[in-house]
């Protein structure tokens, strides 16, 4: 039995959860490749032109997958530290399945559909039992994958942390979700151009989830999505350490549209840029912008200096 | 009653004279009836609202705006399973940067498995209310909805068939009138019995076979005729009968969330957010019944009901049934929509016409 991951979504926000979660149960997986423009263009043939980036990758990635493995892996999450996520997290499952329904492909996931404390290990421990998987079997991995995937985040945390006190660069925070910061075509090369620009890309993504959210209530009461709660909450607690922000959203965006108003609105006294990526065109002319706004922000520390 | 209060529900189809009841007979404070929507009150909830947000809080923004210059000062907003959820508070921020001074209610903000928390929030609508008036209240409005979606859809599937143009719309608008000022619920039924008879008298000649086409979409482009560029109002002059579900009575009045869900099931295991599982699953009711052809009308992006678009092209290749998608921003233009409308009556007609010889 082989699990094939497409490398979009909700990969990126658990990457080495489901890694090491199949690494202890000695299954066989394969993980998509980084996005490219094939990927995407598989994917934007394949779905509505009003459909998000995320998801037209998402659409590319298990277009590759399919006939490469025997289960292709794409949980359903509907909630996530007690709030809700935006609309493609739960119809993702559905949507791949009506997409490839004429081609063979079965769907390995498992469902978070309530706000309660262990629904995800329920919900994972009864993907086990449809894999045919010993319960004790599934329940170890399962809290070695948790571990694994905390210890990578605190690590993740505890090192941004690190550098945004001691280095004496442009701070700039890139506000993404994690599966457009990590994203080969969308995120990394934003955080290279800027890296190329002399500036020290701090990654709202990063900042540890809980915290954030705690923050987050400072500012908005009925914000209903989890992770933009989390980027929001980025924002507040280091607004005072970084230089500038950079908003990277894809085009269309349904959550963005609205809190990156919300954030423009909030915090008048940061230099921020939006950055719209679509599947078109890329980073072209993205570049002169960002360059631009690193010299706004130089301007504004040597006139306070 | 508070007469410094003007409490406002942004304009959504019909159901204004419902809220006026709801605010002047329960929460005894006036109601401003907003001004149905124009060009303005797009143009004006465009320039303020962000760019690529749904078409429906453009319009929502717009008539805030056109409502606070009117002088109201208490404005409503609900909340949705989507990005609607987030629709007050955004419309709040933007409107107060503006220097606008009002009280705002969001029901968004409630947290309902508390009654003090729910308690509280109603009294921002007026600070004296008593739940000795807004209790029944609250029945009459549920009453009033039921009426309004009852007569809305006896209108769609007679109106293209009328022998006098224009005479149902009449009565309907004259209901309508007399619903803004009705006393109490007995005078409501009243009103009721007397207008349910003249509509079903009104004269008709329609024929046996006639073209059925079933109409679908997101909450407010399907419900709010602007919004959908009087779509409905296009398809009555072709001499099509329209059906619609996607009202107030089906979703907030009696909530068939969970019956929708588990009708859809063969294509949507899960709730895929929003209203489209209403979509999918009425979709699949009307491709049962044997309709001729459906619409979706959705805003642009709106993401429930994009990730339903598969969905219902499965739907329509299963039954042989064609689907025509229309997306409204608020730039689109609208002879583009009469040719698509009109190519899609003509291949309906044909396909009704080639069963009919066989």
Redesign the interface.
């Known amino acids: 039995m082989k699990v094939g991951i497409p490398r979009a979504l909700l990969y990126y926000k658990n990457e080495k959860f489901w890694t090491t979660f199949f690494d202890t149960l000695g299954i066989e997986y394969i993980i998509g490749p980084e996005t490219t423009k094939e990927i995407i263009a598989r994917g934007t043939h394949l ?2 032109d ?3 980036l995320p998801t037209k990758i998402l659409l590319g990635q298990v277009d590759w997958l399919i006939g490469r493995c025997d289960y292709v892996f794409l949980p ?1 999450v ?1 909630f996530a530290y007690g709030y ?1 996520m ?3 997290f ?2 993702q ?3 791949v ?3 490839f ?1 004429g081609r063979d492909v079965k769907l390995l996931f498992y ?1 978070i ?1 309530n706000k309660k404390l262990l629904t995800e290990r329920k919900a994972v421990r009864r993907m086990g039992k449809y894999l045919g998987l010993k319960s004790a079997n599934v329940k170890y991995a399962y809290d070695v994958a948790k571990q694994a995937q905390q210890y990578y985040e605190v690590f993740r945390a505890e090192t941004q942390e690190k550098t945004l006190r001691e280095t004496d660069k442009i701070k700039v925070l890139v506000v993404a979700h994690a599966y457009n910061i990590g994203d080969a075509y969308i995120g990394r090369p934003i955080l290279r151009a800027l890296a190329g620009l002399g500036v020290e890309p701090i990654i709202a993504e990063y900042a540890d989830a809980r915290q954030c959210i705690g923050a987050s209530k400072e500012v ?5 999505w989890a992770y933009n709660r989390h980027l929001m909450g980025a924002i507040q607690l280091m607004k005072d350490k970084v230089d500038g922000v950079v908003l990277l959203t894809t ?2 965006c ?2 963005d ?6 954030i423009v ?1 909030e915090y008048k006294q940061l230099p921020i840029i939006t950055l719209t990526i679509d599947a078109q065109d890329a980073t072209a002319g993205i570049e002169t912008r960002l360059e631009s706004f690193v010299d706004i922000i130089n301007f504004k520390r040597e006139g306070a200096q | 009653m508070n007469t410094d209060i003007l409490a406002c529900f942004p304009q959504w189809a019909n159901y204004a004279p419902a809220f006026k009841y709801l605010c002047e007979k329960g929460f005894d404070v006036k109601y401003l009836t907003p001004p149905p929507i124009t060009r303005r009150t797009l143009e004006l909830g465009s320039k303020y609202s962000p760019d690529y947000v749904c078409v429906p809080f453009k319009y929502c923004l717009g008539c805030y705006l056109e409502v606070l210059e009117m002088g109201a000062n208490c404005l409503m907003q609900i909340f949705g399973n989507c990005r609607l959820n987030f629709y007050g508070e955004l419309a709040e921020r933007i409107l107060r940067d503006m220097g606008y001074e009002f009280s705002f209610f969001n029901m968004a903000d409630i947290d309902f498995t508390s009654p003090k928390s729910i308690f509280e929030h109603f009294r921002i609508i007026n600070p004296e209310m008593t739940l000795l008036h807004v209790l029944p209240a609250w029945r009459t409005t549920y009453r009033m909805i039921e009426m309004i979606d009852e007569f809305e859809d006896y209108l769609r599937r007679n109106v293209g068939f009328e022998a006098n143009e224009g005479e149902l719309d009449g009565v309907y608008r004259e209901f309508l009138k007399k619903c803004e000022d009705v006393p109490s619920g007995k005078a409501l039924k009243k009103l009721y019995k007397e207008y349910r008879e003249r509509l079903h008298s009104v004269k008709t000649t329609k024929p046996d076979r006639t073209v059925k086409v079933g109409m679908i979409g997101d909450f407010y482009t399907a419900q709010e005729p602007f919004s959908n560029y009087f779509m409905e109002r296009e398809f009555a002059r072709f001499g099509m009968e329209i059906f619609r579900s996607m009202n107030v009575s089906n979703t907030l009045v009696h909530n068939r969330y969970k019956d929708r869900l588990h009708y859809g099931k063969k294509y949507a295991k899960y709730y895929i957010g929003g209203t489209s599982n209403f979509s999918v699953a009425e979709a699949l009711e009307f491709a049962n019944a044997g309709v001729d052809g459906i619409i979706q009308v959705k805003s642009f992006g709106c993401t429930p009901e994009v990730d339903a678009i598969p969905i219902l092209q499965n739907i329509s290749r299963d039954y042989n049934i064609p689907i025509l998608h229309f997306s409204f921003d608020s730039q689109t233009g609208e002879a583009g929509i009469k040719t698509r409308l009109e190519a899609f009556y003509d291949m309906v007609e044909a396909r009704k016409h080639k069963d009919e010889k066989q």
């Open positions: 779905s509505v009003e459909t998000c359903r509907e809700g935006c609309t493609k739960l119809a499952t559905d949507l399945a009506n997409v329904r469902n559909g908005t009461r009925t914000m209903p085009f269309p349904g959550p549209s609205m809190v990156n108003e919300l609105r």
